[in-house]
């Protein structure tokens, strides 16, 4: 039951339905660990359109584009808080207890962002869904993969990733569904309680680790279910590798030392585990940096960005989305093993940089051939109602809808009612002034402004995830399982991790204030330059660990290596540690 998680291949998935078919038990302890990995997606997801809709109800929010991003990026911050006392939380009380405490904190944060008065409430409630978030991001895949059977554990290990997408997807069928029902946002968020309960019912009858319980020193418990899990004539052997792998992480910890510091410590002056941290923290912190966090967290933000002011139909475009994630996840799964980490992570780059271009050069036209503003426009809604910015500009006719919104959290531009593209009006922003543009069967912009451009840019963003999804969106993970010595892997897997939630962090935090810095054009490039640098580090940092074994892939950054710039087998020579 060490070794990390191994991607399954399809002749494991052939043994993993019929080995299910005969043991239907193995696959009721997947799925009811898997929903955590559905209420990992969901949430991470759920926030994307229900901030359209808080941005309505409470105008600070539209406002300050700061307390927006702390909305969503407060559950990066719970997760990184929870996934550090996750580890220690999953040896103190077992892996049962940690996911039965997670969905506790899932169905506190939604009850409280449900009933929110105030944003801040929300910013609570959504500090306690990132705590259970990160909780179950690493406690989910640990109980499925030491609930399987050896044979198939990629296989079924795999279905919480596949549930996480699934549980993303499904938060914008949710958001879609709930668009027009009052109380919208309070019924996206406050659904979510829904699954942990379902999940917390479901893990009260189910059993605890088999492989936590032989460590606590509770054989006979640890043999009951894997005499459920095993047949008959197996379940002696997996006692026995038990045991020798129990052994074998005391004496690891008597050597490394059981505190966290002193594991790290030891994995840094370790050459070998070096060079692999360097390759580990290199694709997850490139993988954050490409930007996909943003278009997971700001979807509909970026569909309106792009020209669709709706909130519905921005919600409506933000599946395709999700939709294709999902699909490249399958992708990936599928092609992995056969065009190797290292090359399909360098492809999904490539391809990334290039979406960024584009998009940016779309944002960039869209900006430049914006609708302009008109003062007769705006005087039609009265001199009260005018954004202020507008009214002392010295050259108003220069103005045009981006100028309108770059010029302050304030204004917002209500477009022509004859033609989205004519002159339209600069306006203050407040309910009364958006509600009578809107009874004028206008469209009211506080984000992006009438494109040409939209279904173009939103096609672009679909294929930019094609390119994301099979590669960067899931080799990272599958790299950081394979590429450090045994011993080793829960340490480097745990820093690896921690890098990417901090980028992930430093990201959604981040994103709306760089399009009221740079525009949406000068953000798309800024994470193209980011993807560029990644894809430098990956091609220097990272070596190909396909078909290789764990001792192959401790020989080779033994030696060290160099990749070559052409195509052939890359040279192994002693490099700088």
């Given at each position: 039951?060490e070794?990390?998680?191994?991607?399954?291949?399809?002749?494991?998935?052939?043994?993993?339905?019929?080995?299910?078919?005969?043991?239907?038990?193995?696959?009721?302890?997947?799925?009811?660990?898997?929903?955590?990995?559905?209420?990992?997606?969901?949430?991470?997801?759920?926030?994307?359109?229900?901030?359209l809709?808080?941005?309505?109800?409470?105008?600070?929010?539209?406002?300050?584009?700061?307390?927006?991003?702390?909305?969503?990026?407060?559950?990066?911050?719970?997760?990184?808080?929870?996934?550090?006392f996750?580890?220690?939380?999953?040896?103190?009380?077992?892996?049962?207890?940690?996911?039965?405490?997670a969905?506790?904190?899932?169905?506190?944060?939604?009850?409280?962002?449900?009933?929110?008065?105030?944003?801040?409430?929300?910013?609570?409630?959504?500090?306690?869904?990132?705590?259970?978030?990160?909780?179950?991001?690493?406690?989910?895949?640990?109980?499925?993969?030491?609930?399987?059977?050896?044979?198939?554990?990629?296989?079924?290990?795999?279905?919480?990733?596949?549930?996480?997408?699934?549980?993303?997807?499904?938060?914008?069928?949710?958001?879609?569904?709930?668009?027009?029902?009052?109380?919208?946002?309070?019924?996206?968020?406050?659904?979510?309680?829904?699954?942990?309960?379902?999940?917390?019912?479901?893990?009260?009858?189910l059993?605890?680790?088999?492989?936590?319980?032989?460590?606590?020193?509770?054989?006979?418990?640890?043999?009951?279910?894997?005499?459920?899990?095993?047949?008959?004539?197996?379940?002696?052997?997996?006692?026995?590798?038990?045991?020798?792998?129990?052994?074998?992480?005391?004496?690891?910890?008597?050597?490394?030392?059981?505190?966290?510091?002193?594991?790290?410590?030891?994995?840094?002056?370790?050459?070998?585990?070096?060079?692999?941290?360097?390759?580990?923290?290199?694709?997850?912190?490139?993988?954050?940096?490409?930007?996909?966090?943003?278009?997971?967290y700001?979807?509909?933000?970026?569909?309106?960005?792009?020209?669709?002011?709706?909130?519905?139909?921005?919600?409506?475009?933000?599946?395709?989305?999700?939709?294709?994630?999902?699909?490249g996840?399958?992708?990936?799964?599928?092609?992995?093993?056969?065009?190797?980490?290292?090359?399909?992570?360098?492809?999904?780059?490539?391809?990334?940089?290039?979406?960024?271009?584009?998009?940016s050069?779309?944002?960039?036209?869209?900006?430049?051939?914006?609708?302009?503003?008109?003062?007769?426009?705006?005087?039609?809604?009265?001199?009260?109602?005018?954004?202020?910015?507008?009214?002392?500009?010295?050259?108003?006719?220069?103005?045009?809808?981006?100028?309108?919104?770059?010029?302050?959290?304030?204004?917002?531009?209500?477009?022509?009612?004859?033609?989205?593209?004519?002159?339209?009006?600069?306006?203050?922003?407040?309910?009364?002034?958006?509600?009578?543009?809107?009874?004028?069967?206008?469209?009211?912009y506080?984000?992006?402004?009438?494109?040409?451009?939209?279904?173009?840019?939103?096609?672009?963003?679909?294929?930019?995830?094609?390119?994301?999804?099979?590669?960067?969106?899931?080799?990272?993970?599958?790299?950081?399982?394979?590429?450090?010595p045994?011993?080793?892997?829960?340490?480097?897997?745990?820093?690896?991790?921690?890098?990417?939630?901090?980028?992930?962090?430093?990201?959604?935090?981040?994103?709306?204030?760089?399009?009221?810095?740079?525009?949406?054009?000068?953000?798309?490039?800024?994470?193209?330059?980011?993807?560029?640098?990644?894809?430098?580090?990956?091609?220097?940092?990272?070596?190909?660990?396909?078909?290789?074994?764990?001792?192959?892939?401790?020989?080779?950054?033994?030696?060290?290596?160099?990749?070559?710039?052409?195509c052939?087998?890359?040279?192994?020579?002693?490099?700088?540690?």
């Amino acid at each position: 039951m060490e070794g990390g998680v191994t991607k399954p291949d399809k002749t494991e998935f052939s043994e993993c339905f019929r080995i299910i078919w005969r043991t239907p038990y193995i696959m009721l302890l997947a799925l009811s660990a898997g929903i955590g990995g559905l209420l990992f997606g969901y949430d991470t997801g759920v926030i994307s359109g229900a901030s359209l809709y808080i941005r309505d109800d409470f105008q600070e929010v539209e406002r300050h584009t700061w307390l927006q991003e702390t909305i969503v990026s407060t559950a990066v911050a719970g997760a990184i808080i929870g996934a550090a006392f996750g580890g220690w939380m999953n040896d103190r009380f077992g892996r049962k207890k940690s996911i039965l405490c997670a969905d506790f904190l899932f169905v506190i944060g939604s009850i409280v962002m449900a009933v929110a008065p105030n944003p801040w409430v929300i910013i609570a409630g959504r500090l306690f869904v990132g705590l259970g978030v990160g909780i179950v991001s690493m406690t989910s895949p640990l109980y499925i993969s030491e609930a399987s059977p050896a044979r198939i554990r990629g296989a079924l290990v795999s279905t919480n990733g596949l549930l996480l997408t699934g549980g993303q997807f499904l938060s914008y069928l949710i958001n879609l569904a709930f668009a027009k029902t009052p109380g919208n946002w309070r019924w996206m968020l406050g659904i979510a309680g829904v699954p942990p309960l379902v999940q917390f019912i479901l893990m009260c009858f189910l059993p605890e680790s088999p492989r936590w319980l032989y460590g606590q020193n509770r054989i006979k418990e640890a043999t009951e279910i894997l005499e459920k899990i095993y047949p008959a004539n197996e379940v002696e052997q997996e006692l026995k590798s038990l045991q020798e792998s129990i052994e074998t992480q005391k004496e690891d910890e008597r050597s490394m030392g059981n505190g966290p510091f002193s594991k790290i410590k030891s994995a840094w002056s370790n050459k070998i585990v070096r060079r692999g941290l360097y390759a580990g923290i290199t694709v997850q912190v490139a993988q954050q940096f490409v930007g996909i966090n943003t278009v997971m967290y700001y979807s509909p933000t970026i569909v309106q960005l792009a020209g669709f002011a709706s909130n519905r139909t921005a919600l409506a475009l933000s599946l395709i989305t999700t939709g294709l994630n999902s699909i490249g996840t399958i992708l990936s799964m599928l092609f992995v093993d056969r065009f190797g980490r290292r090359r399909l992570m360098i492809i999904s780059m490539v391809g990334i940089i290039v979406c960024l271009v584009v998009l940016s050069g779309m944002f960039f036209q869209a900006s430049v051939h914006a609708s302009s503003v008109s003062v007769i426009e705006s005087s039609h809604f009265g001199v009260n109602s005018t954004c202020l910015d507008f009214k002392k500009s010295t050259d108003p006719a220069s103005w045009n809808c981006m100028t309108c919104l770059r010029a302050s959290s304030n204004c917002a531009f209500c477009a022509n009612g004859q033609n989205i593209y004519n002159a339209g009006a600069c306006l203050a922003v407040d309910t009364v002034t958006r509600g009578t543009c809107r009874a004028q069967h206008r469209t009211w912009y506080t984000y992006g402004c009438p494109s040409k451009f939209g279904f173009l840019t939103v096609l672009v963003l679909g294929l930019y995830i094609l390119c994301y999804a099979p590669g960067m969106g899931t080799v990272p993970w599958i790299v950081n399982s394979e590429i450090y010595p045994l011993r080793y892997r829960g340490t480097g897997g745990g820093i690896a991790a921690v890098s990417n939630w901090v980028s992930n962090l430093i990201v959604s935090e981040t994103f709306l204030t760089l399009t009221e810095a740079l525009g949406s054009a000068g953000t798309f490039l800024l994470f193209a330059a980011f993807s560029s640098a990644g894809l430098v580090a990956i091609f220097f940092l990272v070596p190909e660990t396909k078909g290789l074994q764990f001792e192959e892939v401790e020989k080779m950054l033994e030696k060290g290596y160099r990749p070559k710039l052409c195509c052939g087998k890359k040279e192994e020579i002693k490099s700088a540690s």
